[in-house]
C-alpha cells in the first residue's frame, strides 16, 4: 500500500477502534474522569464530536494554495499544559452537559463520526485541504488527526476499570510523529505507548525513564494544540 492510502487505511483504523471504544462505554463511565486535566469523559466524547465536525469541514474545504503546514508543522507545541480557560474548553463542558443522556452523546458522535470516516477514505490524498488559514494535503490533514485520535483514545480509557487499547499501528506512527515533532527519537526500550504518555505529559516519567531520556527529559513533555 502506498503511503498515501496507508494514511486514510490507519486514520480509519484509528477513527473505528476510537468510536467503538465510546459505544462501549456504560452510563456510569461517562461520569468518569478522563486523561484531559478537568474533562469528564463526557466532555472528552462531546470534543470528539466536535473533533469530527471538524474533520467533516475540513475535508470538504478544498483549496488551491499550496500547502503551508505538513502532519509535523500543523501542530501549536507549547511547554506548558492546557489551563482548561480556553473559550472552546469551557463551551465543551457546558455543551456536554447539555446532553442529559450518555446514549444521546453516543448517538451524535457515531452520525458525525461515521461521516468523517467516509469523508477521509472518499478524499484523495494528493488534494489539498484548508484548516486555521492553512493548507495542508488530504494525506497531512489525516496523518494529524491519527495522532489526535490515538492520544484521545488513551484519554478516554485513562481511568477505565478495563479499557482496550488503540491499535498497535496507531501507536506506532503516532510516536513516529511525536518524535518528528520533538526532533529526536524516544529511546529504543520505550514501548510506543509510554513514549506518547511521556512525551505529551499524560504521565511524568520514572526515574529509570527520565536517565535513558537524557537530554530530551529537559524538552519535554510537549503540549500539543
Do not use: N
Amino acid at each position: 500500500m502506498d503511503h498515501h492510502g496507508a494514511d486514510a487505511d490507519l486514520f480509519a483504523r484509528s477513527w473505528t477502534a476510537l468510536s467503538e471504544a465510546v459505544a462501549g462505554l456504560s452510563d456510569e463511565d461517562f461520569a468518569r474522569p478522563s486523561g484531559c486535566t478537568g474533562w469528564l469523559v463526557r466532555d472528552l466524547v462531546c470534543h470528539l464530536v466536535i473533533d469530527a465536525q471538524d474533520v467533516l469541514i475540513t475535508l470538504a474545504t478544498p483549496s488551491r494554495r499550496e500547502p503551508t503546514r505538513d502532519a509535523v508543522t500543523y501542530w501549536e507545541v507549547s511547554g506548558t499544559p492546557p489551563t482548561g480557560d480556553d473559550p472552546l474548553d469551557a463551551l465543551t463542558v457546558r455543551l456536554a452537559a447539555a446532553y442529559q443522556e450518555p446514549h444521546l452523546l453516543k448517538f451524535h458522535l457515531d452520525d458525525v463520526g461515521s461521516a468523517a470516516g467516509r469523508a477521509a477514505l472518499l478524499a484523495d490524498p494528493a488534494a489539498r485541504v484548508g484548516t486555521r488559514d492553512e493548507v495542508l494535503t488530504v494525506a497531512d490533514y489525516l496523518s494529524v488527526y491519527v495522532l489526535e485520535w490515538t492520544l484521545h483514545h488513551l484519554d478516554l480509557i485513562a481511568y477505565l476499570p478495563d479499557p482496550e487499547q488503540p491499535p498497535a499501528e496507531g501507536l506506532t506512527r503516532s510516536r513516529e510523529l511525536l518524535e518528528r515533532i520533538a526532533g529526536s527519537p524516544f529511546p529504543a526500550a520505550f514501548h510506543d505507548l509510554d513514549a506518547l504518555l511521556v512525551g505529551t505529559g499524560r504521565r511524568a516519567p520514572t526515574e529509570a525513564e527520565r536517565a535513558e531520556l537524557g537530554d530530551l527529559a529537559a524538552r519535554l513533555p510537549l503540549y500539543l494544540g
